[in-house]
Structures are given as C-alpha cells and as structure tokens.
C-alpha cells in the first residue's frame, strides 16, 4: 500500500453509508469546504503533502452537514465518534436532544413553559454527532453494554474505535524484546530521553526510565501510552518529520484507549500503578498533541461544546485514585505518589505583595459579562466568579510555596486551580463569557515555569493570544498584567 494512501486511512475514514469523512484524530466529520483548512489548521500538513489528502477527498461522494442522513434512533454507535450521555425530552412530539441537564431545563423552560408533565421531562440517552460548532446535530445510539463508574475521565476518553472489541486487544508481553523494530525505537526514545522531563526528582525519572517500561510489558495501555509520547517529543525535536511522528502518535493513541478504559470499569490493587503511570502519560499528550489545541485551551471554537480533556482527566483520576492512595503510598510507584502530593503538604508563604494587588483589582470585573449592569446581591451570590477569583488568589500562594520548595509539577498546576473551580464557572467559560477568559488568561500566568518542557512549549502564548482575540476591545484592558508576563504583542 502507498504511504499516502496509509497516512490517509490512519488519519481519515471515509462512511458511505451517510456520507461524511470522519477525522480519526479529531473524532468528527469535517465540513466538505473545510477540508483543506481542518488538515492545515490542525493538523499541520501543509500544501505538498495536503494535495494528496484533497485528491482523495474529491473522489468521496461527500453530503454537505445539512443534508446528512442521521442513523435511526437507538442503532448501534458510529465508529470513530465519541459517545456521550445525554437527555432526550419526554415531551410528547419534541425530539430535542442535549448533553447537559441545564440546557435541558434551559429548553423546557423557553419551549414547553405552558404544558404540564405528567411523569419525566426528559429521559438519558446516549449520543453521537457527526458535526460540531453550528452544525451540531445529536442523534440517539444504542446504549453501551459496560457503564463506566468514573464518567468524568471517561468522556475524555470516548474510543475513536467503538467497533474494536476488548477482546481483540493484543495479549500484554512479558518483555520489550518482541516488539516491533518502531516500537521498541520509540521505547529506546523515550527510556534515554523523553523520560527527562516528566518529573522533576531523580527517584522519579528513574522510575520512569525503568520500572514504568517494565510494567508496560504486562499493561497494553500503558505501552501504547508510552509509545504516543515518545512520538509526540520526536515530532517536536524533528520538524521535517513532524507529520509522519505526529500520526504515528495518534495511531497508538487509539490503541490505548480502548484496553485503558477497560482497565478503569476494573481498577485494583493489579492495574493501579498502571492506571496511575498511563493518566501522567495522557496529560502530557493533553498539552504536547497540536491537534488537540483548541479544545485544551477551552477557547476553541465559538460553537464548541464540552470540556478539555485534560480537566476531565485531572477530575476523574482524583476518583480514581482515592481509594488507592495508601496502597500506592507504598508501592513501586510511591516515589510518583508522593511528588503529586508535595505541594498539599506545604505550610503557606509570605504573599508577593504585586501578586496580591494585582489579584485585588479583578474584583472590580464585572460578573455577568455586562459593564454597564451592576448585579443585584441576590446575582452575585451565585454568580461563580468570586470562588473562582478566590481560588485563584489560593492558586498563587500554592504556586508560590510549590516553587519555593522546588515542587512545583504540571500536576500541580493543574490540580491548585481548574481541578478547583466550579461546575457554573466551567459552563460560563464554555459560552466565552469575557469575565471567566479574563480569569483563565491570569491563570496562564502560573504556567511560567513549564515553558522550558518540549509538551509545553509556547502554550502559555498560544492560550492568552485566544482568549485576547475572543474578548471585544472593551474588555482587553484586563489582560494587561498576563500579557506583560507572557510577552503577548497586540
């Protein structure tokens, strides 16, 4: 098979049954019109190489997204879609759909304010869609046989291969000799070099090096895991092959899903240290895969809807892991246990007196994302931005005592602020409200010491120059103090 022909069936599958090219990577059907821009934009492949995609493209009978045929109610998933858990309303004749229980009641309340429910106003389902952004359509699939327990980490993790079987998933090696020449090429990769900037103590780089490569022989995720890393520090080091590294980590990406999901529907003292090792992994390729830039930032696409993988990650692991904490404690693993708990230990720190009068004027932002409307009390006791700003006043003095003490992690990072924050203040950043970005782009600013990692590189750029361009001019003269710390021009 030609290696253009194998790029595109890695990246692209193409579903005559309805018409539509699906994008593996991204999990979603790509506009007719958009072709060209979605494989430049995201992923990179520029005008050579582009050309052979758009050839094969233009051989496609190809619908435009209104005039796609959805599937029957309750028929079984679409591969390569992400499912998720869903409401249908039970009002008689509506077929509305949506993912949220408050879009939900937003829709009752605007459409059947009059009627009167005799039992249910909506039911769970679960739902797939082909398009996002404006050309968002659900439609019901067929339930999923095995439940998840931790729904927080698994709708981050929706198999972009739903029609691949758990059991058909490659039995776990004793050892790394009888991998294939690649594989084991990316594992040398990432045991002499990748492994360096995943932790900041020799302990646990060691374990990182050695005993986390061992325990992958008997974890397929966890292979896979390392294996998507190590290629995505590879399309970062090589820029002339970034396309060819860049799908190969995509490729194991999809394998490691499915067997890590079942790993997590049966966690126990066998899997944990796995599961513990493989969630770091996904983090990393959270922040280092520039084809999942938009969604990470949560500034991503006006119509977008749903939260960054990465948050659901940090959320659902501290379910997982709860439980297993002192049992981890003192496993193989503890020296990793340990450094992700440093910073909870830590006794607080003088506060940088600039930091705090800085932070002070944000309480003069606006709640409801109207200047010239001030919120009555019973408003701003439920608005989320004044838990948010607190935490995020929290977030420095944390960040300052992690860094005094040279602990200051990603995970750290991740966990003293958006692991924090509300449900509500996560919806109004969702709908872009210039309050919640403003308070995102101060966040970036904790980010600093992370430039130097190749996964992080340019990142803390890349969101506040988002968040600038969403927000109207009016509103741009608070991101003043996070632009001068970033070097963001206008």
């Excluded at 937003?106 to 398009?131: C, M, N, Y």
């Excluded at 070099?193 to 374990?207: A, H, V, W």
């Excluded at 990393?284 to 949560?298: P, T």
């Excluded at 003088?350 to 009068?357: A, C, G, L, M, W």
Aim: charged share 20%.
């Amino acid at each position: 098979m030609p290696s253009s022909t194998l790029r595109q069936s890695q990246l692209l599958k193409y579903l005559s049954t309805h018409r539509v090219l699906i994008c593996k990577e991204c999990r979603y059907a790509i506009q007719p019109s958009a072709i060209s821009r979605h494989l430049k934009e995201l992923h990179r492949i520029y005008r050579s190489d582009r050309q052979e995609f758009m050839e094969y493209a233009q051989s496609l009978d190809l619908a435009d997204p209104g005039d796609v045929v959805l599937p029957k109610p309750h028929e079984a998933p679409v591969p390569f879609l992400p499912t998720q858990s869903g409401f249908a309303c039970a009002a008689r004749g509506c077929g509305h759909l949506c993912v949220t229980v408050k879009r939900m009641k937003g829709h009752w309340a605007k459409v059947h304010k009059d009627e009167i429910s005799g039992g249910a106003q909506w039911r769970p389902v679960d739902l797939q869609t082909f398009f996002r952004g404006n050309q968002l359509r659900y439609f019901i699939v067929r339930g999923r046989s095995n439940p998840a327990p931790h729904p927080e980490l698994n709708s981050a993790l929706d198999s972009e291969t739903s029609s691949l079987k758990v059991g058909a998933l490659e039995a776990p090696m004793t050892d790394d000799s009888n991998w294939p020449t690649d594989d084991h090429d990316l594992l040398e990769h990432f045991k002499n070099s990748t492994y360096l900037d995943l932790s900041k103590t020799s302990e646990s780089r060691k374990l990182w090096r050695t005993t986390i490569p061992q325990l992958a022989c008997s974890h397929s995720f966890l292979k896979h895991g390392i294996l998507t890393c190590s290629a995505l520090h590879l399309a970062y080091l090589k820029p002339l092959e970034r396309q060819r590294y860049q799908l190969t980590a995509a490729y194991h990406h999809s394998r490691a899903l499915p067997s890590f999901r079942s790993a997590i529907e049966n966690a126990n003292e066998s899997n944990w240290n796995a599961l513990l090792a493989f969630t770091q992994l996904l983090l990393i390729h959270c922040f280092a895969s520039e084809e999942q830039d938009e969604s990470l930032l949560l500034v991503g696409g006006k119509y977008e809807s749903g939260l960054p993988d990465w948050l659901y990650i940090i959320r659902g692991s501290c379910t997982i892991f709860k439980d297993a904490r002192q049992v981890m404690e003192s496993g193989p693993l503890s020296p990793i246990v340990k450094d992700g708990m440093l910073w909870q230990q830590l006794a607080p720190v003088p506060e940088n007196p600039e930091y705090s009068e800085r932070l002070a004027l944000l309480t003069a932002l606006p709640f409801f994302g109207n200047k010239s409307t001030t919120p009555r009390i019973a408003e701003t006791l439920h608005s989320p931005f004044p838990g948010a700003l607190l935490a995020l006043s929290r977030a420095f003095s944390k960040a300052q005592a992690a860094r005094s003490h040279s602990v200051f992690t990603i995970w750290t990072a991740v966990h003293i602020w958006p692991a924090q924050v509300s449900e509500d203040y996560l919806d109004r950043l969702k709908d872009r409200d210039p309050t919640a970005l403003i308070l995102l782009a101060h966040y970036c600013i904790l980010l600093e010491p992370f430039e130097s990692y190749w996964y992080m590189s340019g990142y803390r750029k890349r969101l506040l120059s988002r968040i600038y361009n969403q927000l109207d001019q009016e509103w741009r003269q608070w991101l003043q103090w996070p632009m001068e710390e970033v070097w963001v021009e206008e």
